[in-house]
């Protein structure tokens, strides 16, 4: 029964996991909704609204208080980096393939022993630096030979992956001490009203008459409002499937997973939106991904 629930789940975290980026994608590119920050506005309202009720009344996780203003303050600089880091990413899907998207995704190992060498002066074993060689050669092997490589689209999926290791490297910092570590359910709950604050005044500023376009396209078509609640909802789904996944089973499992995840999703995005791709890129995305798991095993091994 326990081995059928953990499938159950490992099934869920894929589901939500491939499925939140591939209806980014397709909302911000094929369906023309081409407001990628009021997309992640929307993605922070459903976090803050459904990990309440996941914390404060289902009681998934059990409730962590903030006790300090300076606690607080801590937890906001994560909130901002990480609001960045999903804009980025939804930002980055307007103008290029999940496949090549993950592809970037799939270096945030390299950035994050960068800004744990820079931030904590922590140093790892010499082989797994060496690891992080294939890592970046994928991508600048795959970006030679992406057919719908775009610079800016680039620059943006860059800037996220950095964000995303740079919220990891932080977070150990920050929240370091026994009375100031959170669960990522109750941290999800802490940043994400704070990431609706930066967000709603740069959709309005940046995006200029969304909340007006957004209302006229759900008279006009009931389909997307369902798509932009169901992928808001996805949102925080895959928060919660990471949560129960590190709980049930170890977040090494997870690392597994999500190493894999990157390459099940390049295969389905090809299949749904037929990106042409090359066999340049493809050799280029599996040296990133093997770059991906040797870094893991060799992480590993230094424990």
């Not at 620059?155 to 910092?173: E, H, W």
């Amino acid at each position: 029964m326990r081995s059928l629930f953990t499938i159950g789940l490992i099934a869920a975290w894929y589901s939500s996991n491939i499925g939140v980026l591939l209806l980014n994608k397709f909302l911000l590119s094929n369906y023309g909704f081409k407001y990628p920050i009021f997309l992640t506005l929307c993605h922070m309202l459903a976090c803050s609204l459904l990990s309440y009720i996941a914390v404060e009344w289902l009681k998934i996780a059990p409730l962590q208080r903030v006790r300090s203003r300076l606690q607080l303050l801590k937890i906001s600089a994560l909130g901002i980096i990480f609001c960045l880091s999903v804009v980025g990413g939804n930002i980055s899907l307007r103008y290029l393939p999940v496949s090549f998207n993950q592809a970037v995704g799939a270096t945030t190992p390299f950035f994050t022993a960068v800004f744990a060498v820079v931030m904590t002066a922590k140093r790892e074993g010499w082989i797994t630096y060496v690891t992080l060689i294939p890592v970046v050669a994928g991508v600048i092997i795959a970006s030679g030979g992406e057919p719908l490589f775009h610079l800016f689209g680039f620059i943006m999926c860059i800037g996220a992956t950095a964000a995303r290791a740079l919220k990891s490297v932080l977070q150990g910092i920050l929240l370091s001490s026994e009375g100031e570590k959170l669960n990522s359910m109750n941290l999800l709950m802490y940043m994400a009203p704070i990431a609706v604050l930066v967000l709603f005044p740069a959709a309005i500023y940046m995006e200029e008459g969304v909340i007006g376009i957004t209302i006229a396209l759900a008279r006009d078509d009931w389909k997307f409002l369902l798509y932009l609640l169901f992928n808001s909802a996805l949102a925080y789904f895959v928060n919660l499937a990471n949560f129960l996944v590190t709980k049930h089973t170890s977040p090494l499992t997870l690392q597994v997973l999500g190493n894999a995840k990157g390459a099940v999703a390049v295969v389905i995005s090809i299949m749904i939106f037929k990106n042409p791709v090359s066999v340049t890129g493809m050799l280029g995305y599996s040296l990133t991904v093997a770059g991906v798991v040797l870094y893991t095993e060799a992480k590993k091994r230094n424990m």
